[in-house]
C-alpha cells in the first residue's frame, strides 16, 4: 500500500484499524485523519480495492480483505455485519439460514447471507463474491433475539426457536421439504419453555404448521404440546401445510392444518 500526500498512510491506517480488532472502517474515518476531500479519499480507497486490499461493502463502508481471504477477494459477512448495520443505523439479527447455519443446523453454508431488519426496506448487497439479503420484518421482541461472539466482535442472531418460525414465514422462498429437516435438527437445541414463549410473539398461521410438523411429522410431541398452550388462548382458522402445493387436503383437525402436501425430510 503506497504512501499517500500530507503524511497520511493508509498502511499505517489500516494497521492502526486492526490494531483494535476491527477489520471494517469508513470514510468517514479516513476523510478526519488524512484531511482530504470526500472525492480525493473516494479515488484513493478505490484503488486499494482494485488491488485487492479492502472491499467496498456500501457507500462509505469498506472492509480489509486479510490475508486468508486474498484469495476471494472477500470477507465473510458474519465478521462486519454489526459494524455495517450500525453504521446504516439500523436494528437486525441475522436470520433464516444464516442463523440455521450458526447453530449447526446446516448442511452446507448458504450462497447467502440472511439477514432481518425493520422498515424501511434496505436494498441488497450484490456483487460477484458478495450476497447480503435484507429482509424486512415491522417488528420483533429481544427475546427472540441472541448474541454470539465471533472472530471481531458479538452478532445479533435469531434464536433456534425464532429460526425456525422465521423460516416457515419464508417458506414460499426455501421450500417447505428444506425447512422441514431443519427444524427437525434445530429442535435438538431449543427448549419446551423458550419456544412456547417465542411462538406468542408470531402469527397463529404459523404456529399452527409448526405444532402439526412437530407432532405429525417429527414425531417430537413434547414441543408440539408447548405450542397447544399458546393457540389454546387464540381464535384458529384452517391454514395450508404448504403454501405452494395445490390448494387441496385433509383437514388435521387438532391443529387445523390443510395437508396438501407430502413432505420427505432431507437429512
Not at 480507497?45 to 480483505?65: N, W
Not at 429482509?135 to 458479538?154: A, L, P, Q, S, Y
Not at 419446551?192 to 402469527?203: F, G, H, I
Not at 401445510?241 to 437429512?267: H, P, Q, R, Y
Request: net charge positive.
Amino acid at each position: 500500500m503506497e504512501m499517500a500526500d500530507k503524511g497520511f498512510s493508509y498502511n499505517d491506517f489500516i494497521k492502526q484499524i486492526l490494531s483494535v480488532g476491527r477489520i471494517s472502517f469508513t470514510i468517514e474515518e479516513v476523510i478526519q485523519q488524512s484531511g482530504y476531500s470526500r472525492k480525493t479519499a473516494q479515488v484513493s480507497l478505490s484503488r486499494l480495492a482494485s488491488k485487492g486490499d479492502i472491499m467496498l461493502v456500501r457507500r462509505g463502508f469498506y472492509v480489509i480483505i486479510m490475508p486468508e481471504f486474498s484469495l476471494q477477494k472477500s470477507v465473510p459477512p458474519l465478521m462486519y455485519i454489526g459494524d455495517l448495520m450500525k453504521y446504516i443505523g439500523r436494528d437486525y439479527y441475522i436470520s433464516l439460514l444464516s442463523a440455521a447455519a450458526l447453530h449447526g443446523a446446516a448442511h452446507q453454508q448458504p450462497m447467502r447471507f440472511f439477514v432481518t431488519t425493520g422498515m424501511p426496506p434496505i436494498r441488497n448487497i450484490e456483487n460477484d463474491s458478495l450476497h447480503i439479503t435484507f429482509n424486512v420484518k415491522k417488528e420483533w421482541d429481544n427475546f427472540c433475539v441472541i448474541e454470539k461472539k465471533t472472530r471481531t466482535g458479538f452478532v445479533k442472531v435469531s434464536t433456534p426457536e425464532a429460526t425456525m418460525l422465521d423460516l416457515l414465514e419464508a417458506q414460499r422462498t426455501f421450500g417447505l421439504a428444506r425447512i422441514v429437516s431443519i427444524i427437525d435438527e434445530l429442535s435438538d437445541s431449543i427448549s419446551k419453555s423458550t419456544l412456547r414463549t417465542t411462538a406468542t410473539y408470531y402469527p397463529s398461521a404459523i404456529v399452527q404448521r409448526l405444532g402439526y410438523i412437530f407432532e405429525r411429522l417429527l414425531e417430537k410431541e413434547d414441543l408440539a404440546k408447548s405450542l397447544s398452550f399458546v393457540l389454546a388462548k387464540r381464535t384458529l382458522y384452517p391454514q395450508y401445510l404448504s403454501l405452494s402445493a395445490k390448494k387441496c387436503g385433509t383437514l388435521d383437525k387438532k391443529w387445523k392444518v390443510i395437508v396438501n402436501d407430502e413432505i420427505e425430510i432431507d437429512l
